[in-house]
């Protein structure tokens, strides 16, 4: 937190937003019309409009006992850049609504801003629009991402076929055990306030939850290497979730082999301190923003080009269900718990 | 309210949405995909994508003490597509994100819905994608609209000229006054349970407030007449606030007539009774979602044909700063109050 404190109401609406804004450069010649009209305007030159939106709320979707500002600014774009991604489209524009208590000052919104913008050049959108309220309670962040696809060239979650190889991107089960660790330090700093924090060793898992990527490389291998997957969808919810979603909505079912679920070495030694399976936190943890995608046999060999993706099953009928293929051969049953039931544990 | 009341737990996050779109039929060519997806895909072919967005929040924008919830899924549609109408656009799709605590019952939200569908259909809209997720406290909701418009048709609120005409669509305050209704019998209701509500007379207000309109009409109005104003604005802080908006981008001043300015008979009526100008709420009261605008002079014969609009004023150097001629011939500074600074007196 910086040490000036700046309170909202010294702007005024109109002021807050000319303050929050005045140092866009629209980046994209998509953006005809960005942030102080009643409206953006833009242009897709041809291309489809892909378009999605993400609603976070303090006390539900983050804590900022432990959520740095600057970190929820990049992660608020991220997450719903990830959805346009998982689209096979590249993000142009997002608008960002913000409902703001008082307890807020400018210099927090700068710092929260900071990370709004920093996601928008790495990722080379615009912010075009948006809307900044006061909230009685809590902060509340609601983000639209627009991007744009050739015609035919966007991929959906119900068009996998029968044989198609499953796949994923990165690793998985980091971002849950970055947040057992932020939710028991919370819990000894609340105990005992004068004990500092213990995150020793754990700033890949918990960097996996406070700051995540939107996986803008692999679509960008997509089209290097022509690639059109079968199926797409980005992990906010957990393997097992999206998985299923997959599935059901292509009518098939699907064999997922434990030993090729990516874990990083960092999330199996701190799951190790927790005394859970890192394989549960990949199926269940979510949060990992990774691309879940099926592939037709015959771009296997195309796939080998990147050390990003592993082929973790295949695409079965749908007699056959969904079934986890475990390291000592069993087999059980794939179901979606997903975070908020882990949460409950 | 139903008699019957499902928790939402009954349905869990992918039931609840799942029971709220099934019976979407999207209504647009442009609607490529629609929900159920990471995103959802828009083709504007060649036209301009329009996009804005408005976040709600309870305690802050309404009261569902006095709120139908019906009205209120309605009026969180519309107010969004007055802003795709504000730039002489078409709106096409919407997407609505809902924060939602447990207080709220599965057919509570079957009545938003049924307000939003409500409004989709009759402004010809298609809802393609969003976000479900709890509240801790209050009813969040966030639209994003998204329109369309021909390459050079879309209209700014930078570009009004000199001796251009002001213009502004139906009547203005009755929404201010419909709100001072509702709180005043809602504080008799706190303590006086027992007196039923006295609004007799006042259904225009009230529903000004509560059933506010988009104005389609106007823009079809100005297709059909060939009319492209040069800036346009939709009021929804005020009278007095979005002349300063257009004056203020547009480098220019105005003169606004005092007798010029569209006020309803009915909430003339009720102002009397509340012992307050008029023209004050008209100028400030906001929340009236009609369009304030300005064309050429060249452009008032073309004009005539519309009985809802009204000339209200001219356009000025900006050396001539902002004001308003009164019935009695003053000259006053049109300064922005808007609806906050109303609300605390």
Known sequence: MSEQRTEISALGEFGLIEHLTKNIELQNASSVLGVGDDAAVIDTFGKQA????????????????????????????????SDIYAMNAVPAQITMS????NRFSVEALDEFYEGVYTACNKFGVDLVGGDTTSSQKGFIISVTAIGEVAPDKYVKRSTAQKGDLLCVSGDLGAAYIGLLFLEREKKIFIESPGV??????????IGRL??????????????????????MIDISDGLSSEILHIGHQSNLGCVLY????????????????????????????????????????????????????????????????????????????????????????
């Open 210 to 231: 406070l700051k995540p990527e939107a996986r803008k490389d692999i679509i960008e291998f997509f089209a290097a290497q022509n690639i059109l997957p079968t199926s």
């Open 50 to 81: 892909v378009v999605t939106t993400d609603l976070l709320i303090e006390g539900v979707h983050f804590d900022l006992a432990y959520t740095p500002l600057k970190h929820l600014g990049y992660k608020s774009v991220v997450v719903n850049l």
């Open 258 to 345: 434990e030993e090729k679920i990516p874990v990083a070495e960092e999330t199996r030694k701190a799951a190790f301190k927790f005394e859970i399976d890192p394989t549960a936190c990949a199926l269940s943890g979510g949060e990992d923003y990774e691309l879940l995608f099926t592939i037709s046999q015959s771009d296997y060999d195309r796939l080998q080009m990147s050390e990003q993706i592993s082929v973790i099953g295949y695409m079965t009928e749908p007699e056959q269900g969904f079934y986890l293929v475990t390291k000592s051969g069993n087999k059980h049953p794939i179901t979606a718990q997903g975070w908020n039931h882990m949460k409950k544990n």
């Open 98 to 101: 913000l409902g703001i208590s």
């Open 196 to 205: 500092q924090p213990d995150l020793e060793g754990e700033s890949y898992v």
